[in-house]
């Protein structure tokens, strides 16, 4: 597993990832509505996941990014399925779902 300090940073480059994808979804006019939801529900819980870093409890903190990259997975489900969205938007959902992935990845 990550040092703590460690998943500190790069649970910083998620929450910044779920922030531009936040604004983006916020800038776009037509957002299929599960993409909002997603994008609304990771935010929330990028917020509360904070605490769980903190405890530096291996189980909760990898249950957590579980949690996150599977809503972001749905997410980049819905821009890639044919939604009209604007580049910008593309771009932020897959950088996040990146950086999601690249956490998972290194806490398993």
Known sequence: M???NEIQRRFS???HAIGQASQACS???NVP?????CIERLDKQADMAKDVIQSNDENRIRQMVDDL?????RAKRVCSSG??????????VNHMHH???ELKH???
């Open 69 to 73: 990259e599977q809503l972001g997975d």
């Open 27 to 29: 800038a776009e006019r």
């Open 33 to 37: 509505g599960e993409l909002r939801d």
């Open 99 to 101: 950086e999601l992935s």
């Open 83 to 92: 939604a009209d969205l604007t580049p910008q938007m593309k771009s932020a």
């Open 106 to 108: 290194q806490l398993h």
């Open 13 to 15: 480059s998620v929450e």
């Open 2 to 4: 990550l040092q703590a």
